[in-house]
């Protein structure tokens, strides 16, 4: 049995990216307490790590022997085969979206069950302000939460991003 201990520490510094980028996120537009921010962030990228190695695991054996020694290769060894870069982009895509409901789904199941607790909505009064009806009221927080999810993915995926490619450079040699 081998144990991929590079893998997970590199899955960890990804996590700890992730949480950070996004909480700061979630602090500035939720207006929500740093506390609150990370906690949120930590637990919706922990259920979306989770959630990922279980379906990479489960799909894994369902692969074309090429595409599967490929993608092995690249999540275990850091290595690319033939046309792998190519392959590596189109999962890239369907991973950065499927990690995004992933992560609004959980976020959307937290308020649900630990609102009272937690409220990552900020208090917003826009009685006032005659432009907004009942329903734009109603439906403002809950866009401003899934923006909120956006960016902080958008942006912490850029950075991991960023890191495999200065990983790849260093690997390289250049």
């Not at 392959?87 to 409901?101: K, L, P, Q, T, Y």
């Not at 937690?118 to 907004?132: G, I, K, S």
């Not at 960023?162 to 690997?171: P, Q, R, T």
Request: glycine share 4%; aromatic share 16%.
């Amino acid at each position: 049995m081998v144990f991929p201990l590079p893998t997970i520490l590199l899955q960890t510094f990804f996590l700890t990216i992730s949480v950070a980028i996004e909480s700061s996120v979630f602090y500035a537009r939720c207006q929500v307490s740093r506390k609150t921010s990370v906690e949120y962030a930590l637990a919706i990228n922990l259920i979306s790590v989770c959630v990922g190695w279980i379906f990479f695991f489960y799909i894994e054996p369902f692969l074309s022997p090429r595409l599967r020694i490929q993608v092995i290769s690249y999540v275990f060894l850091n290595q690319l085969g033939e046309g792998g870069l190519s392959v590596i982009f189109i999962i890239g895509f369907f991973v950065f979206w499927a990690d995004f409901s992933i992560k609004l789904i959980s976020l959307n199941l937290f308020n649900r069950v630990v609102d009272s607790a937690y409220p990552l909505r900020a208090e917003v009064d826009l009685q006032d302000d005659y432009m907004y009806s009942s329903r734009k009221v109603k439906k403002a927080p809950e866009r401003r939460q899934s923006m909120a999810v956006l960016w902080g993915h958008s942006y912490s995926h850029s950075v991991i991003l960023l890191v495999l490619w200065l990983k790849n450079i260093e690997n390289m040699g250049l």
